[in-house]
């Protein structure tokens, strides 16, 4: 039996958020008032100006619809990237500039914040671009895709004194946020073990962290070990590298791969992954988001829950949502869930939890931080489309908000250990397969082979190393460009 470790783990609250609601929501009688209700707010407010740093899909289902939604707070001005079609698309939709370039959009704008939307890639080159003109940076998961990479993140943010954070924030969907409300109050008891089972491909540096961020979440600490097993052995031969080209998208997963690893925690308490993809089409490029589950126990309560339906509940899977009393007599108690469902337009939401234990515990969403679909730009690009990403919105808003109190209170700038955690779990899961599914120790001491393959990799990929870009002022914008035009060949 183990409880909770006392370590530095960074969790947003929604108590936090000023409750003013969005004037999107608002109807046409209600205008007026709220405009002078909004002026009075502005006026005691600072507004931090940002800047968004690729188009793509996340960035324009997620990270743009809710930066529509903290007008009160930050101010949307430019979006940069490199395809001009899908940049300035999005940059028209809000009204704002539209770049080419992150440094040409650095360089022309007084940016407090960028977000940071594109390959994990680009992500160390964009965050030193950043972070050395005093911009703090909110960047999408995965961060990077070595420790290496992920190393020099930390030590660029520092050294220049900027806020970093990444958008990780399944630990803030509406189910994750009740489940650490429970554990807070100490409903669980002592945290015994965690496990997930999730359709997504393994070594999935994309899917791979959120999950092992809501693993971290309820456990609460550090882990001291882990085991793999995973069904990509090509992926570690150093010559093979086409291979890895060609399975690792754009996130970083790697098509086809199953597999799982287990975690001990520093407090003692066990975790087990498992990446079991469930396949369809033709090359199996794609996979069902369903047929997943979560259990997290305790020695006074149980959770189980399938979560994609939980994000996703327009896919037709029913969410599932279980709290169960676990007795002394080694019977269950199911504890009464209720869940009040919303929508905007045909986009289903979560807008209140309770779970019916002594206290009772309830969750919900900030009216304000729900962003409506007018405020999302229409998909050039005919990539496909989420039935509902409104969870992923409102946790978005969680995140901006709590990056937002960091600067303008003059918080002195830290690094959430999760973030760092999450990559090298996914790199540990690599090297504990490739060294015959041995137990591998964290945090890691040594370059993994995966990583020394991944730098071959990124040097054919992009015809310099890893961090050649240093050599020169405008070598980050020719590695970024020679980057996207090797992605679309």
Request: charged letters at 25%; hydrophobic letters at 40%; aromatic letters at 10%.
């Amino acid at each position: 039996m183990a409880g909770i470790c006392k370590c530095s783990v960074t969790i947003g609250i929604f108590s936090r958020f000023l409750r003013m609601p969005d004037e999107l929501l608002f109807n046409q009688l209600l205008i007026q008032s709220k405009t002078v209700k909004q002026q009075k707010i502005t006026e005691k407010m600072k507004r931090l100006k940002v800047g968004v740093v690729g188009a793509n899909y996340m960035s324009r289902r997620v990270h743009l619809p809710a930066l529509s939604a903290m007008t009160d707070k930050l101010e949307l001005v430019a979006v940069a990237d490199l395809n001009e079609a899908v940049g300035r698309a999005a940059a028209d939709n809000y009204g704002v500039k539209y770049y080419k370039t992150h440094l040409d959009m650095m360089e022309n704008e007084r940016l407090d914040i960028v977000d940071i939307n594109t390959s994990p890639m680009m992500h160390h080159v964009i965050i030193h671009d950043a972070a050395t003109r005093g911009i703090h940076i909110n960047c999408e998961k995965p961060a990077t895709m070595t420790m290496s990479m992920m190393d020099f993140i930390i030590k660029t943010v520092q050294e220049n004194g900027v806020h970093f954070q990444v958008s990780e924030n399944y630990p803030h969907m509406p189910w994750d946020m009740i489940i650490r409300k429970m554990r807070d109050l100490g409903l669980f008891g002592d945290l015994v073990s965690a496990s997930l089972c999730t359709p997504v491909n393994t070594v999935s540096f994309d899917i791979g962290v959120h999950h092992y961020a809501q693993i971290r979440d309820f456990v609460g600490c550090a882990p001291r070990n882990l085991v793999a097993s995973m069904k990509v052995s090509k992926f570690f031969d150093g010559d093979s590298l086409e291979v890895l080209d060609d399975r690792v998208r754009g996130f970083g997963d790697i098509v086809g791969a199953a597999g799982g690893a287990t975690i001990e925690f520093e407090n003692g308490v066990d975790a087990r992954m498992e990446f079991i993809p469930f396949h369809f089409g033709g090359e199996n490029k794609d996979y069902y988001l369903a047929g997943d589950l979560r259990r997290l126990v305790g020695t006074k309560l149980m959770v189980t829950d399938n979560i994609w339906p939980m994000i996703l509940p327009n896919r037709g899977q029913k969410p599932e949502f279980h709290v169960y009393q676990l007795n002394e007599d080694k019977t269950f108690r199911e504890i009464p869930v209720d869940v009040v469902w919303d929508s905007i337009g045909d986009e289903k939401y979560i807008r209140k939890i309770s779970v019916h234990t002594d206290p009772v515990v309830e969750w919900e969403v900030p009216s304000w931080a729900i962003a409506p679909d007018s405020s999302i730009v229409t998909e050039p690009d005919g990539i496909f489309n989420f039935d509902s990403t409104i969870a992923w919105r409102t946790a978005m808003v969680e995140l901006y908000d709590r990056l937002y109190n960091k600067i303008v209170s003059g918080e002195a700038p830290t690094i959430d250990p999760v973030d760092r955690e999450g990559v090298e779990f996914c790199v540990a899961m690599i090297h504990s397969e490739a060294m015959g599914r041995t137990r591998v120790d964290l945090p890691l001491t040594e370059t993994t082979e995966y990583e020394k393959n991944y730098q071959k990799f990124y040097q054919k990929k992009m015809g310099e190393g890893v961090f050649d870009f240093l050599q020169s002022g405008d070598k980050s914008v020719k590695s970024i460009e020679a980057l996207y035009t090797a992605q679309r060949k």
